[in-house]
C-alpha cells in the first residue's frame, strides 16, 4: 500500500541521514530555538522509554513484530471489507511506524557500528555492527521543547520546578503511529459508523381479519 511504503521510506531514509551524519546527541536547529534535530538511540519504546534492559529489548522486539502481524490481518479484513478510507489510512500508518521502528531493533545493530560523540557510525563496519540480530536501537531524532522555564511556586508538586513542555524525542515512525491513533479516537463516529450492527427487527404478531367471503362460508354452515 501507498502509505505504508510511503511512511516507511521517509521514515528510514531520515534515520540513515541522521545515523551517519551525526555525532551522538548532537543537534542542530531547525527552526529558532523551539525546534532541533537531536541525535539520539532509544533502547526501548517509543519517545525513549526504556523498559527491562537487554531481555526487556528482546521480548519488546517480539511484542513488536506481534502487534505489527495483528495490525497487518487487522489492515487486510478492512480492505476486504471495504471500510472507510480513512480509517485505513491511519491504520497503515500505525502499522508503517511499528514496522519502522522494528526494522532498528531488528538490523540496526547488525549493520552499524556504534554512534559516539567523537566519531560517526559507519554502514557494515569490517569489526561488526555494535550489537547483535534484535537488539537494535531505534534512531530518534524529533525534538520540539515548545516552552521551557520554571513553574509558577502556587502550582501543586511542580510548583518552582524547571519544566520543559514538549521534551520527548521521536521519530517518523513514532509520529505516524501517533498521528494515526489520534485520528482514529477522534474521528471514530465517522470511521465506524458503517460497521455498526443492524438491530434485529421485533417480531411482531399478525392476526388475519376475516374476509367477507369467510364470513358468508361461517353463516352458511351454521345450523
Sequence with gaps: ???????????QLVK???????HYQEYRPIFGDWS???FIENEGMAF?????????????????LAAVGFIFYWLKRLLESNAHKGLIVCVAMIMAGAF?????????GVIFSQSTGSQLATLFPAGGGY???LHGHVVDMFYFPLWEGYLPQWLPIMGGKYFVFFDAIFNVADAAISVGVIAII??????????????????????????ESAVDSSSDDTV
Design 131 to 133: 550489537g547483535t540480530f
Design 36 to 38: 532541533y534535530l537531536y
Design 100 to 108: 519502522g521502528n522494528i526494522i532498528d531493533s531488528v538490523f540496526y
Design 1 to 11: 500500500m501507498a502509505v505504508v511504503a510511503a511512511v516507511l521510506i521517509l521514515d
Design 48 to 64: 525513549g522509554i526504556t523498559w527491562g534492559g537487554a531481555m526487556g529489548k528482546l521480548a519488546l522486539t517480539l511484542f513488536r
Design 186 to 211: 477522534l474521528f471514530q463516529s465517522v470511521f465506524f459508523k458503517d460497521e455498526k450492527k443492524a438491530q434485529p427487527a421485533t417480531a411482531t404478531t399478525v392476526v388475519d381479519e376475516p374476509t
Design 16 to 22: 540513515f541521514w541522521i545515523k551517519l551524519t551525526f
